[in-house]
């Protein structure tokens, strides 16, 4: 089995040659990792010179025609390169979930061509087409996909729209992997070589395991979770971009401007090097490239890192936890906006635990798919925050009543105060899937924890304001009585 990472492939083709040259090759991940270590595997195999005859490039994700290539000697002796460049080979229903991902990150960074065929690809393999997905309706009948990519989904019909304006064809749903996975065992004519590029692959498929057996994979794929070792390799894959491109234009860039730039875009590859090009434009002869630059001339594009560490203190993931309150903190947020922010999200959790030992929350468990939550849980948050405004309004009604009949006058010109909506569950009831999220999340905790919790956050907040304590210390003993640590 010859799996390596992006990282290696160059250090691996200067040790071993051509010797080593295996005749099929999968490279999959990241967009431009794959783009660089393919075309660092094609200079190996093919140099420039010898192109022009023996590299025959397959379009349209021609499976067949792409075996029949690689199955042919080339009229040229010497080696011959047939390559699958953005093949959909590996997509599967089990994936579908990653093509919405993909495709509202391609929406985001406004490249619809690229997002209408994430979303052509995902209807077919569900054999189904763009009409059964045009309304909210038909998406929720034919999708049937738990994501919180689908409780706001108006960049889908933005989407959908481009894809009929355009004549977007959806991809007939063959599985021609069988046959690929055969050819593969079966072997190819000494020399010639199969080259196949995608963003998406799936492990557990046959095809994968031949291709491992028989030839080489190449790991282009960045983990795009919190974890602390995840974030450690997504700084070190945006570190070697970055001085890559700065080395070709002899800039240079200090640690402060790369942290600002980051904290405006996150762990976007493209977008990264996209705002690197225009920091090395704008400075035009100056060597450095400093903060002021990237303040000058970016945009912030990352979503405020603040939801992440929330997430991961309702999670109790205390390593998750203890890094974002460093990078928040790092990256100049308040220490009492930071402490404000778990507060608030503990009072959710709290509110949570309200209605879950209600007479309303006998419908909820954690049993509960998000379909079931929709139709039986949801009306009764709705019905259980109604009750409270209600009462809300009962207890304003009768204290304005206290209030006149103590000063025997009825105050003119005041207007009749609206009940706070902060404690309300479903502020936002058009869209329930992070309501189903934080009801989940509250069952991590039990309702004596949340109170004990509330009353150490309140007294973290007193030594915040009052003391001359490290603001940092303070917050982490905070997290690490939250997470249980």
């Known amino acids: 089995m010859s799996e390596i990472k992006h990282k290696a492939l160059q250090s691996y083709l200067k040790k071993h040659g051509k010797e080593a040259f295996f005749s099929v090759y999968l490279i999959y991940g990241e967009d431009l990792l794959c783009k660089t270590a393919f075309n660092n595997l094609l200079d190996a195999l093919l140099p420039l010179p010898e192109r022009s005859m023996n590299y025959e490039p397959v379009e349209n994700d021609n499976i067949y025609e792409a075996i029949e290539r690689a199955n042919t000697f080339s009229l040229l002796p010497g080696t011959k390169v047939v390559t699958l460049l953005g093949s959909r080979i590996f997509y599967s229903k089990q994936a579908h979930v990653t093509f919405l991902e993909k495709a509202k990150e391609a929406f985001d960074n406004e490249d619809m061509k690229k997002a209408a065929k994430y979303v052509a690809s995902l209807l077919g393999i ?29 960049w889908l019909d933005k989407i959908v729209t481009y894809c009929k304006d355009n004549e977007v064809s959806v991809p007939p749903a063959k599985d021609n992997a069988g046959d690929l996975q055969k050819a593969i065992e079966k072997g190819f004519p000494e020399g010639n070589h199969l080259i196949i590029t995608t963003d998406i692959s799936d492990k557990r498929r046959g095809l994968f395991k031949a291709i491992n057996k028989h030839g080489m994979v190449i790991d282009c794929s960045v983990p795009r979770g919190s974890r602390m070792a995840d974030k450690k390799e997504q700084e070190s894959v945006l570190g070697e971009r970055m001085r890559a491109i700065l080395g070709q234009s002899g800039k240079k860039m200090d640690r402060d401007a790369y942290m600002a730039m980051y904290e405006m875009t996150g762990f976007d590859l493209r977008t990264f090097s996209n705002n690197l090009e225009k920091l090395i434009n704008y400075v035009g002869s100056r060597k450095n490239i400093s903060v002021h630059d990237v303040n000058a001339v970016l945009k912030r594009t990352k979503q405020d890192p603040i939801y992440e560490l929330t997430s991961a203190v309702s999670d109790r993931k205390t390593e998750d936890a203890l890094f974002f309150v460093n990078s928040l903190l790092s990256s100049g947020f308040f220490p009492l906006q930071v402490l404000g922010a778990i507060i608030n999200q503990i009072r959710k959790l709290l509110l949570m635990k309200g209605f879950a030992e209600s007479p309303r929350g006998k419908v909820w468990n954690t049993r509960v798919s998000y379909q079931g939550f929709q139709a039986h849980v949801m009306p009764e948050i709705r019905a259980y925050d109604d009750e409270l405004l209600s009462r809300l309004e009962a207890w304003e009604s009768l204290l304005s009543k206290k209030e006149e009949k103590g000063d025997g006058k009825k105050k003119k010109g005041k207007k009749k105060a609206k009940p706070v909506t902060d404690v309300l569950i479903a502020k936002n009831p058009k869209s329930p899937y992070p309501v189903y999220l934080t009801l989940l999340k509250s069952e991590k905790f039990t309702n004596t924890e949340l109170l004990e919790i509330i009353e150490y956050l309140s007294e973290a907040d007193l030594k915040l304001k009052t003391t001359g304590q490290n603001p940092k210390l303070v917050i982490e003993k905070a997290v690490l009585r939250i997470c249980g640590t």
Do not use: M
Not at 139 to 146: A, G, I, K, M, V
């Open 126 to 154: 569900l054999n189904l087409s763009f009409g059964d997905v045009d309304t909210p309706a038909n998406r929720s009948r034919n999708l049937n996909l738990d994501s919180e990519l689908l409780s706001d989904d108006k």
